[in-house]
C-alpha cells in the first residue's frame, strides 16, 4: 500500500512517502521554494516523492492529512467564546482566512491534488489524522521499540498541547491530553517573543541563548505564570498573556513581571535577555522531567519516545537521557509540523489499514533521515557546469583525504552527499563543516559564513565508536538531539582573561581541547556518526582523526541566515561563492574558492528574511 502524508497551512509544510510501512521519502516544501517555513500547500514535496518512488499519482492508496481542520475552527471559536469581547480584532482578522481557506481544507486539498491527476477520485483517497496522533505516530512506528510510552508536546494541535499515548505493535492508544491554552510551547514561544526572537523559529536561539544567563526568573514563572504540578501537569495564568485571542504573545502584565517591554527584534541582546532565557529553559526542563517521571510512574514503560516541537529542545532531552528515568529514548527526527506529514501516513496504514510495521534496520525505520532528493555524478556536474562552477572529479581515497586536510587547516567546507536530510538537522548530507579544535572557529562560521548571531552554537558530528570518549554520554544520538557534557579528560580550566569575559564574549573561552563544539556551560549538541547510514561522511571524520587524533568535525546545517538549508547543487554553489567558505564537496566534485570566478560571487544574504 502507497501512502502519502502531507502537513500543510501553519508551518513548515511536507509531504511523506510509505509504502508498505516503510518509509521512502520525505522532504519539507521550503526546502524547494527556498522560503523558510513555507506553510504552502506540499506541491515540490509531494512531486519529490512521486518521482523518487517512481509511481504515478493514480497509485496512490491513500492521502493522509496531518490533523483536522475542523477541530482546530472549534477551538478557534471556542477561545474567541470564553474570551470575548477581548480579541476581537484578531477574531477579526482570522474568521475570513479560515471561512476562505482553511474551514474548506479537504476541497482544497482535493482540487491541489487534481493538479497531479484531474481523473483520480483523490475525495475517495482523503483521510484526517489529528494533530498529536499524527506526532504520536512519527515518534513511535519508526522507533526501535515493540511496546513504549509516547510523550508529545508543542505549542497546539486542535486542542492538545501535551499527550501521551502507548504504543505496542501497530497499536497506538492516546492516553492522557492536556488542552489549549495550557500549552508548554506557548510558554516557550512567549519568551522567545518577549526576548526579541521570532516564534517558531526562534526558540533554539532562546535554547542556545540560555547558557550565558543565570535562571533567577525562574522561581517568579513558577510562582507566576505556571502551577506545576508533581507528575509534570500544568495550568498557565492567562491573565500573563495576549496568544489566545490577541496579536502578540504577551501583554503589559507580563511586562511588568519582568520589568520592561520585549526587545525589539535585531537589537543589542543584553543580561536581561540571557537571563529570561536561562529562566524558562529551566523552568521548561523541570516540567518535562517531571512529565517523565510521572509517566514512569503511571506507566512502568521502559521506553519512552518524543515528538512535537518542544522535543528539539535538546537540552531537555539530555536531562531524560542523563537521570535514566527509561532505559531508552527515542526522539522523532523532523520532530515539528513537518513530521506530522509522516506521522499522519502512519497513521493510516497502522491505525485505518492494520499494517504491520516494517522490520527495523540500522537502530530505527528512519533510515538516518536520509530520505530526501539525491543527485547522480552526472547530473552533479552538468549543473555545476552550467553555474559555472570550476571543480575537479576526484576518487573517493583522494577526496576524503584533501578534504580532511582542508578541515585539519581550520578551513570552513561545504559538505553535500547524498540525500537530503528530513527535519531541521543537517546531518551531514547538506552541512557545513568545520576543525574543532581551531577557537577561531565557531566565530568565524558564525560572522563570516552563516552571518548569524555569534552566541549561536555548533554541533559535534562523532565517529559513533568514539563518542564516550569526548562525551559523557555512550549511546547512540544520531539526530544531535541530545546535550551531554564533554568529557573532564578534555575540559580546560579558564584562563584569566577568560574569566573576565562577560555576555556574549564568552563564547570565546578556551573551556576544552574543541573549544568550536563546547558550550559555555562545558556541553555540546552531539551527532553519534554510524558507517551504516552514512559511510562517507564517517569515513571523512575517520580520515580528519587520522591527521589529527580527533575523531570529530564541527558540523552545521549549510545555509545562511534565513534560508532553508540547500537543496540542489545549485543551492550549495550560489550559498558557497556568497560565503567564507573555502571548499565545496558535492559528490566527487571538489571545488576550491581560489579558482571560482568572482564575478558569480552574490551577496544574497539579504535576499532571506532574518529568522
Not at 509516547?150 to 499515548?165: F, I, K, Q, R
Not at 571543480?391 to 583525504?401: A, G, H, S, V, Y
Given at each position: 500500500m502507497r501512502i502519502l502524508g502531507l502537513s500543510a497551512l501553519y508551518h513548515d509544510s511536507a509531504a511523506a512517502l510509505i509504502v508498505d510501512g516503510r518509509v521512502v521519502a520525505a522532504a519539507q516544501e521550503e526546502r524547494f521554494t527556498r522560503k523558510k517555513h513555507d506553510a504552502s500547500l506540499p506541491t515540490h514535496s509531494i512531486q519529490y516523492c512521486l518521482d523518487h518512488a517512481k509511481i504515478a499519482p493514480a497509485e496512490i492508496d491513500v492521502v493522509a492529512f496531518y490533523e483536522k481542520p475542523f477541530l482546530k475552527f472549534e477551538r478557534l471559536l471556542e477561545t474567541y467564546a470564553a474570551f470575548a469581547p477581548r480579541g476581537f480584532s484578531s477574531f477579526r482578522r482570522a474568521i475570513p482566512i479560515w471561512v476562505k481557506e482553511k474551514l474548506f481544507q479537504k476541497d482544497n486539498l482535493i482540487r491541489h491534488l487534481k493538479t497531479f491527476d484531474p481523473d483520480v477520485d483523490w475525495a475517495s483517497k482523503l483521510i484526517f489524522s489529528e494533530h498529536h496522533l499524527s506526532h504520536a505516530a512519527s515518534a513511535f512506528y519508526p522507533s526501535p521499540f515493540e511496546t513504549a510510552a509516547?510523550?508529545?508536546?508543542?505549542?497546539?494541535?486542535?486542542?492538545?498541547?501535551?499527550?501521551?499515548?502507548h504504543g505496542t505493535g501497530n497499536s497506538l492508544v492516546m492516553q492522557k491530553e492536556i488542552h489549549f491554552p495550557h500549552s508548554l510551547g506557548l510558554l516557550y514561544s512567549a519568551f522567545t517573543y518577549y526576548t526579541g526572537f521570532r516564534v517558531n523559529s526562534g526558540e533554539y536561539k532562546v535554547m542556545g541563548l540560555a547558557p550565558y544567563g543565570r535562571p533567577i526568573h525562574a522561581q517568579t514563572i513558577l510562582d507566576n505564570l505556571i502551577d506545576l504540578k508533581d507528575d509534570g501537569t500544568f495550568r498557565l495564568d492567562l491573565s500573563y498573556f495576549n496568544y489566545a485571542t490577541g496579536l502578540t504573545m504577551t501583554n503589559r502584565r507580563f511586562d511588568s513581571l519582568f520589568g520592561g517591554p520585549p526587545r525589539d527584534p535585531e537589537t543589542a541582546i543584553g543580561q536581561r535577555e540571557m537571563d529570561l532565557a536561562a529562566s524558562i529553559q529551566s523552568v521548561t526542563e523541570e516540567v518535562v522531567l517531571r512529565l517523565a517521571r510521572g509517566i514512569k510512574k503511571d506507566t512502568g514503560a521502559a521506553n519512552l519516545c518524543l515528538a512535537g516541537g518542544v522535543a528539539l529542545n535538546c537540552v531537555a532531552n539530555g536531562k531524560i537521557q542523563a537521570e535514566g528515568i527509561f532505559d531508552r529514548l527515542w526522539i522523532q527526527p523532523a520532530a515539528g509540523d513537518a513530521g506530522g506529514a509522516l506521522g499522519a501516513a502512519l497513521v493510516a496504514h497502522h491505525l485505518h489499514h492494520d499494517g504491520e510495521r516494517a522490520p527495523v534496520s540500522q537502530g530505527d525505520s528512519m533510515a538516518g533521515t536520509y530520505l530526501g532528493p539525491e543527485f547522480e555524478q552526472a547530473e552533479i556536474e552538468k549543473r555545476l557546469s552550467t553555474?559555472?562552477?570550476?571543480?575537479?572529479?576526484?576518487?573517493?581515497?583522494?577526496?576524503?583525504?584533501?578534504?580532511a586536510t582542508v578541515l585539519a587547516d581550520n578551513k570552513g567546507v561545504g559538505w553535500f552527499q547524498g540525500r537530503m536530510e528530513f527535519g531541521p538537522r543537517a546531518l551531514g548530507a547538506r552541512s557545513i563543516l568545520g576543525n574543532p579544535t581551531d577557537?577561531?572557529?565557531?566565530?568565524?562560521?558564525?560572522?563570516?559564513?552563516?552571518?548569524?548571531?555569534?552566541?549561536?552554537?555548533?554541533?559535534p558530528a562523532v565517529l559513533r565508536e568514539d563518542v564516550g570518549d569526548w562525551f559523557e554520554i555512550d549511546d547512540d544520538s544520531p539526530y544531535m538531539l541530545i546535550v551531554a557534557p564533554v568529557e573532564n579528560d578534555h575540559c580546560l580550566p579558564l584562563s584569566r582573561q577568560d574569566l573576565e569575559r562577560r555576555g556574549t564574549d564568552r563564547v570565546n573561552a578556551m573551556r576544552s581541547t574543541i573549544p568550536a563544539v563546547t558550550h559555555v556551560d562545558y556541553s555540546a549538541r552531539v551527532q553519534t556518526v554510524h558507517e551504516e547510514t552514512n559511510p562517507r561522511f564517517h569515513a571523512l571524520i575517520s580520515a580528519f582523526k587520522e591527521k589529527t587524533g580527533v575523531p570529530i568535525v564541527v558540523n552545521t546545517s549549510f545555509n545562511v541566515?534565513?534560508?532553508?538549508?540547500?537543496c540542489t547543487p545549485e543551492d550549495a554553489f550560489r550559498c558557497f561563492m556568497a560565503t567564507g567558505l573555502?571548499?565545496?564537496?558535492?559528490?566527487?566534485?571538489?571545488?576550491?574558492?581560489?579558482?571560482?570566478?568572482?564575478?558569480?560571487?552574490?551577496?544574497?544574504?539579504?535576499?532571506?528574511?532574518?529568522?
Open positions: 509516547v510523550l508529545t508536546m508543542d505549542g497546539v494541535g486542535e486542542w492538545a498541547t501535551t499527550s501521551l499515548a553555474a559555472g562552477a570550476v571543480f575537479e572529479r576526484l576518487e573517493e581515497p583522494e577526496l576524503l583525504n584533501r578534504t577557537p577561531e572557529t565557531q566565530r568565524t562560521l558564525n560572522l563570516k559564513v552563516k552571518f548569524r548571531e555569534s552566541f549561536r552554537p555548533f554541533a541566515r534565513g534560508e532553508p538549508i540547500v573555502d571548499l565545496l564537496v558535492i559528490g566527487d566534485c571538489f571545488l576550491e574558492k581560489e579558482k571560482q570566478d568572482p564575478g558569480l560571487k552574490e551577496d544574497y544574504a539579504d535576499s532571506f528574511a532574518l529568522d
